[in-house]
Each structure stands twice: as structure tokens, then as C-alpha cells.
């Protein structure tokens, strides 16, 4: 097995921030404190020799981070993405953990889909993909997807992202079936009748441009019903993507009921506004759309204060000649985790350790995961680790990216904030910037 | 000027130029031999993902009158249809040797993208909801015709009635007349107005007969019927009794006033009267200089800094004498 030491780093976790190396053997952390602490429990244990050597300096090395949101494509559209190619960007970006969302083909409801995506995971070994399940069957909206058996199987979070529940009565009916299974349903709200051939915002610039505007309405709707369903059934409901100031707000008032609702949203969200639609550029097209800038405010806020508890990228690769179609014919969708950590960095105007709670140990329990991740860098924790350079600046080339698509709206940009190493089950699997495997 | 794409790209001298152009391209179109050697040697290409016929013989004629190479490309006979991609088919016709496409495409922003694969000038004939510069060029024409207006808009009220929405002939009209120095009202059900146009230069009234008698020009769009689907509108007939050009409203236009439609009207619908027996009805006369309008546009991005031989100099228009250049 694997042995590490990560010295001169600076940990962070949900018990603080401390000056400490961290030593690691066969999967578990076995020291964290000084230098000579370190290297004596790799000693102890015949393992200091062989041990690799991770350099954090100026570093902070922090639990690995959860994204409750990808798009992996395998099975299905593999020229887009594979599960390898995608668990090799989210390496790069510090995660150890993903949640692959269930919209492949065929969609993850049913036992083998599952199955499958686990193997190719554990295939790939560079971090751990827990497949979404859907919430109705083919995430057609119509018959409920077998979430018994997928809950028994180990799946925890259920959504049929891109699309919403539209039925009521059906959603009712998940939530109330989901309560006892001690799982969490999580919604793509979007009210599909109000977003018929929608592109963009609907705005002042989607009026100029001439395109079929996606109302914010269409999103607070669903979001204000599945607050009132977590009332009425008792069971947990996760938001997904949000992306309006109105939807922060049922949600902040939802949650200061005690109802059970968590919240994501998406590094686009908080960066990009409508306008960037100018240029008729499909890389900028996603759903839910790029929003005003009282918008991004809404979703800072909503960050800052909890009411947003995770940072999740929506990750959705897709091969260049299919954004290069007419917007109205471009799926939507842009690239998130080799970027996630630098945007929030350099975008949120939050202490770095929430940005590291919503993008490690928070996600890490909305997904049920935390018993792996998010852990508190602690002895006897499991290893699953990012190392991080908060102050290093870089330029964003889509050619670099380890995604197999190039759909990222951030090309030429720089960042601050550079994932150095990724420790997942104790292994490096990201050293100095590269992945390993 | 490289492409025309977008009205919003074009200030009021930019404007002014094309229309004194297509003057001189009236005067050749009246000629016997309504042809000159202006473009000889260039190729344009029309390219339409949509179809058009009124538009693309217009541009087929304006092409051909100025001599240039004209090679027709309709959708339903492209590889389009066989999966070819938007950029594949620009790629592989600009391999071709082309110095402008004319591009029609139903979906808002396609000749915007196109610009990127290819060298060639880009002439938007109409995208989707969003522009139709050319017709837009050409109802300012028309109205300066009319009213005897070559230095401007000044004073005049404008109102433009029906589908704004889904319109991209009135997009590109609001920003032309406006550059002119219009006043220009948007008259429409609020379903039939695009969701936010706080920002553009207009006022808006759900009133046709609160201000019909105070117009100097009346713009009428097509209402189309898959709009009441939508329920934008509960019935066709309703759309006429409160947007529709009735012979009620026709009598208290002014007399001056022109009625306006970009083309193909619904009779019995937004034009509830006979265009015929309209004094001010300028629908036949916008379709005559269509030509001489799309003969300009593309005179002004193909012939300028190309050679003139003797023939064209004296043949065609002296852009240098016509007004600033963009």
C-alpha cells in the first residue's frame, strides 16, 4: 500500500485550520502534527522509506471535495465524456467524490446501470462515483424508478435531473414512498410548460437577441411546491442548481422553518450573467440559464449565509461540434470541475473555509457520503484529501483539460486557486498538478 | 463594413449611406439594360436554411444586376439534411471560392456564428426572431421615399403593430427608425411583446386607436396562426377587432400617412381592409426596392476597394461620393 507525508501544508477541516503534516498509511490518516510526529508514525509502522513525499507549502490540505452534481455520460454519449476521463478531471479539481447524475442512456434505474457505472469507476480508481438513481423510470416523469432496490443497492440520492418532477400527485407519492428508505430526492426545478423551447433568461437580453426566454418563474414555482411536499411528507428534499434570487429566498425562509431542504449551486451561476449570450456563443448556454447579476448576488448570498449549502459544478461535457450548432440546437451545458475550486476562490468573498464546507463536508452528507468524505483530517480518518494552493494563479486552456470535452466558458481566464495533489483511499492520485493514473 | 448582421451595428450616417446608394441602384434598375459590371468576378452565395422565395429572388436579382456569380443553396437539396453541420457546410462552400453568403436561418444568431468559419462577408437575410437588416434598410427607404424625407426621420410617428415578439423584422425596424430619429410606438397585446424591452427606444400602447390618428406610418407584421396555440391570442378574430387594420381605423389614418407590411400579409386578418384601395399602401413598392436596397448592401461589401474598370466607374455608383463610409 500506499504511504504518504504531506508536509508544511496548512489543514483545514470543520474543526478549524492548524499548521500540520499529515501522514498516511494504507488508506487511513495515521498522524497529523509536526514534522517529526509525522514521519515517527510512518516509522512505527516500517512505512517511512518508501513513504511519497507531497510538498504543501503554502498549501492548505483539507478534506477532498464532493461535487453533487455531474454529468459523466457513460453509458451512452461516450464521445463526450467517459467515466474515466471524467473522474480524472474531478481528481484535478480536488474531488474525491462525485455524484454522477442519472440522465445516460440507458438512465441509472435499474440495478445493472448502477452496477456498471460503480465498475467503470473503480476501473478508473481516481475517486468514487456514486451513481444518482433516477426518480422515475427512464426519468420520464410517468412510473416511479425502483427506488427500494437501488436504496438497498447503496444509492442514496434520487433525481431525474434534466427534468423536474412535473406531476405533483407523482412527486408527492416519491417523497412519501423515499421517507422510510433514509434517502434524499433531489429536484431539477424547472416548470417544463413555461420553458417550451427555452434557450436563455428570459430578460431584457433575450428580448433583444430574439431567443425564447426560460423564466425564473418557471424554477421558483417547482421549488416553492417541493418545499411545501417536504412539509407535507417529512421527507428530504435537495435542490439542485439554483439559480434566481427568489428561489434563495423560499429557500432561506423553507429552511428557517426546520423543513428539510438543502441547496446547491453552480460556480456558472455565480460568475456569468445573460449577457454573455451576446455573441450567440452556445458554450454559454446551460440549464438552468446564466441569470442577472442581482441574481449572482442572490446566489453569493445564499452561499454566505448557508442558505446555498454546497457548491456543485453541473459538470456537462459535451463535444464541440454539438455547441456549435445554432443556440436553439445546442444542448446545454458547460464543463465545472477542474475549474470549481479556482472560481469559488476567486469569486466568493467567503473565509476559505466555508468555500471548503460547501465544496467538501456539506455535499458530503447531502450525498450520504460522509462516512467516506468530508471527513476531519484526523488520525484514524480515511484518506480521501485535496491539496490545495489558494494564492496560485493560472490561465484556463481548454486543451489542458482532462474532461474529454473542451465546453468550458472560462477559456482564457485566470484564476486563483490551484488543486495541488488529490489523495483518494490514501492514494495520490493527483500529484503536483498531474493526474497519476 | 464587413458583414451586415444587425441593424444595431449601423449608426444613422452608416443607414444614410446604404439608402443614398440604393438611389443610384434605383436609377440603374429603371435603366433598359438594368445591369452593371460592378461585381463582376465576385460569387455570392445564397444560403437558405429557411425558406424564402421573395427573399432570395430579391437577393438573386440584386446579385445578378451587379454582375456577380450567383450560386443558389436551399436546404432541401444540401447535405444539411444529412447530418452535415452548420459549420461543415460554411467550411466546405467557402473552400469554393466565395465572397459573400446571403444567409436566412430560423434560428436567432446562426449568420453571427457563421462569421467565425468562413472569410467571406456575411449578409444576414433574416434569423430567427432577431434581425432582418436588409428589410429593415428597405422600409426606411421606403418611408424616406414616400415622405420626401432623404435627411431624416425627425417628427415622424411610427407605429409598429402586431407579433413584436417573434418578430426580427420589427427588431431591426425599432433600431433603424429610431437611429433615423423616429418616434416609434409598439402596439401589441403584452403577449405579443417580447418580455422585458425596458431598455429599448420606444414606447409601447395597447391602444391602436388611441393613436391611429396621429401616425405618419402604420407598420403592420403577419399574425400568424399557431400563435393563438400558444394562447398569446384567443382568436384571430379578436387580434383584428383590436390590432387589425379595419376600414373603421383606415379612415382615420392621415392622409399622408403609408400602411406598411414586411410581407406575406394575412388578408382579412392584421390587414382587414384592401391594400389596394389604400392611398398610403406602399406593400407592392417595398417589394420593388428590395432590390435596389440588398443591390446596395451588397455593392457596399463586395465592390468597395475592389477595381472599377472604366465601364463600372461609369455604370455604377462612386461610394466616395455617396456619403461617409463606415
Partial sequence: MTNLLITNGTVLDQQGERRADVAVADGVIVAVGTATDASDALAARQALDDAIVLDATGCIVSPGFVDLHVHLREPGREEAETIETGSRAAALGGFTAVVAMPNTDPAHDSLPTIEFVRTQAARAGLCEVAPAGCITLARAGEQLAPLGELAAAGVRLFTDDGNGVQDPALMRRALEYARPLGITLAQHCEVASLTKGAVMHEGSCCSHLGLPGWPALAEELMVHRDIELARLTGAPVHFLHLSTARSVELVRAAKAEGLPVTSEAAPHHFTLTDEMLVGFDAVYKVNPPLRTPADIAAIKAGLRDGTIDAIATDHAPHPPESKEAPLDQAPPGMLGLETALALSITELDMPLADIVAALSWKPARIAHLDARHGRPVAVGEPANLAVFDPAAEWTVVPAKLASKSRNTPYAGRTLRGKVRHTIYGGVPVVIDSVAQR | ?326
Fill in chain 2, 1 to 326: 463594413m464587413k458583414h451586415l448582421l444587425d441593424m444595431g451595428h449601423l449608426d444613422a450616417m452608416q443607414i444614410h449611406h446604404l439608402l443614398d446608394l440604393t438611389d443610384h441602384m434605383v436609377e440603374i434598375n429603371q435603366r433598359p439594360m438594368p445591369k452593371v459590371p460592378a461585381l463582376r468576378g465576385k460569387t455570392v452565395v445564397n444560403l437558405f436554411f429557411e425558406d424564402s422565395t421573395r427573399t432570395r429572388t430579391s437577393f438573386d436579382t440584386a446579385a445578378r444586376r451587379l454582375s456577380a456569380d450567383v450560386m443558389n443553396f436551399a436546404v432541401s437539396s444540401s447535405s444539411v439534411n444529412k447530418g452535415e453541420s452548420l459549420r461543415d457546410t460554411i467550411e466546405t462552400i467557402t473552400a469554393m471560392g466565395v465572397d459573400a453568403f446571403v444567409v436566412r436561418h430560423a434560428s436567432s444568431g446562426a449568420p453571427h456564428q457563421i462569421t467565425q468559419w468562413t472569410t467571406a462577408s456575411i449578409v444576414n437575410a433574416g434569423d430567427g426572431w432577431h434581425q432582418h437588416p436588409t428589410q429593415a434598410l428597405l422600409d426606411c427607404y421606403t418611408i424616406r421615399t414616400r415622405l420626401n424625407r432623404t435627411t431624416g426621420f425627425d417628427g415622424l410617428h411610427i407605429a409598429i403593430v402586431g407579433d413584436i415578439k417573434h418578430s426580427r423584422v420589427a427588431r431591426s425596424d425599432v433600431q433603424a427608425f429610431n437611429a433615423l430619429g423616429a418616434r416609434v410606438t409598439l402596439v401589441a397585446p403584452p403577449t405579443l411583446l417580447p418580455p422585458d424591452i425596458s431598455t429599448w427606444p420606444v414606447e409601447v400602447s395597447h391602444d391602436l386607436d388611441g393613436l391611429i390618428g396621429s401616425l405618419d406610418v402604420l407598420y403592420l407584421l403577419r399574425m400568424q396562426r399557431e400563435r393563438m396555440r400558444d394562447a398569446l391570442v384567443p382568436s384571430l378574430r379578436e387580434y383584428t377587432t383590436l390590432y387589425g387594420l379595419t376600414p373603421a381605423r383606415a379612415a382615420r389614418l392621415q392622409e399622408h400617412a403609408l400602411v406598411m407590411h414586411p410581407g406575406p400579409m394575412n388578408r382579412g386578418v392584421e390587414m382587414a381592409v384592401d391594400p389596394a384601395e389604400l392611398p398610403g399602401s406602399t406593400v407592392l413598392h417595398q417589394v420593388a426596392n428590395g432590390v435596389a436596397v440588398r443591390m446596395a448592401v451588397l455593392f457596399e461589401l463586395l465592390g468597395s476597394g475592389g477595381e472599377m474598370t472604366a465601364d463600372t466607374a461609369a455604370d455604377s455608383p462612386d461610394p466616395s461620393q455617396a456619403g461617409p463610409r463606415s
